[in-house]
Structures are given as C-alpha cells and as structure tokens.
C-alpha cells in the first residue's frame, strides 16, 4: 500500500513537470510598434501591416506574448504609460522585386518569358525598453533573392498571340524576402531576451 501510495505521488508531481515547456517565453510581453512610413502611401503602409503581422505570428510562434500595438513609437511616448516588457518596432527601408534580364522561350503556339527576378527587402529593427521606452538595440536587416521564374505567357500563332502577365510570380519571390527578414527579426528579439 505504501509503494502505490508512493508510485501516485511521484505521478502527481511527474505529470504536471514534464507539461513545463522551458521554451515557452510567456513572460516576456512583446509590442510590435506601427512603424513610420516616409513615403506615405497605402501600399507602403499594406507592406509595413503585413510585416507587422508576419512579426507577431513568428514571435507567437516561438512562445513569446507578442501582440500588435497599433501604435507608433512616437504615440506611445505621448501616452507616457506602457503595458509590454519589449517594444519592437521594424521600419521597411527598401522593397521591391523586379526581373533585371530575361528571355522569351517559344514553340509553335505557345511563348514563355523567363526573367531573372531579384527581390530585395531592408528593414531596421528597433527594440526599445518597456519601462523606459528607452531603445536597446538597432539592427539593419536585409535578404535578397534572385530567381529565374516564368513571368509571361503566350499562347497564340505567328499572327495573332494572347499574352498573360504572371504578377503573382513577382509577389511570392518579394514575400520570401519579407519572410526572411521577419525570420532575422525574430531571431534578433529571441537572442536578446
């Protein structure tokens, strides 16, 4: 009797230990800032929200408590009072994705144009104290990827062609790149805490 009342303690306790996850970092309350966009325009502010987001979900992701602030860095100094640990804040510096060379492969009634599409993304990285709202650290961040990727098509004879724009081929190389630098970021934020 004593050896079963022995082996249910050790369970009692065992059970809830090895629930613990060490990697879980659900103290640690990170804000990610709305950063300041200089060209002000709605794509450019699209591109800073999707960052954003791809920021929280990979913080999220790797066990922080991160959330999006919905506030600049500037509104929450005004403010004076804060609710986050760490304040992140990433500024887009340079974004594009645009081909730089290309060729047209052809057969009878069908055309294809290849290019080689560069997509580069630049980012800084501000991280500033909850408390103080002091900054801790900058980081310049940047990925680029070149890939040779169909952006055309054509389908038609040697008089007459129907040609399609393959855009989407563009926006999913440049959203590898943002996904990179969101990736840097995250790592960046994981190192410091």
């Known amino acids: 009797m004593k050896r079963l009342l022995v082996l249910l303690a050790i ?23 709305q950063a300041p966009i200089y060209n002000s325009g709605e794509y450019e502010d699209r591109i800073a929200t999707s960052v954003r987001r791809d920021l929280v979900r990979e913080l999220r992701a790797r066990g922080f408590d991160a959330v999006d602030a919905r506030t600049s860095y500037e509104e929450l100094q005004r403010r004076g009072r804060s609710s986050a640990d760490v304040y992140v804040e990433i500024a887009p510096a340079e974004m594009y994705a645009r081909p ?5 492969v052809r057969t009878r009634s069908v055309a294809v144009d ?9 980012a800084e990285l501000r991280l500033y104290d909850g408390r103080t709202l002091d900054l801790i650290e900058k980081r310049h961040l940047r990925r680029e990827n070149v890939t040779v990727v169909p952006t055309d098509i054509g389908v038609g004879t040697y008089r007459m062609a129907v040609w399609f724009a393959l855009p989407f ?10 996904g990179a630098v969101v990736r840097d970021a995250a790592n960046v934020i994981v190192s410091g805490r």
């Open 114 to 122: 290849v290019a080689v599409v560069v997509s580069r993304v630049a």
């Open 100 to 104: 730089t060379g290309g060729v047209t």
């Open 169 to 178: 081929v563009q926006y999913v190389r440049y959203r590898s790149a943002v």
């Open 11 to 33: 369970a009692s306790i065992a059970a809830p230990a090895s629930s613990f996850d060490p990697s879980r970092h659900s103290s640690h309350h990170i804000a990610v800032l």
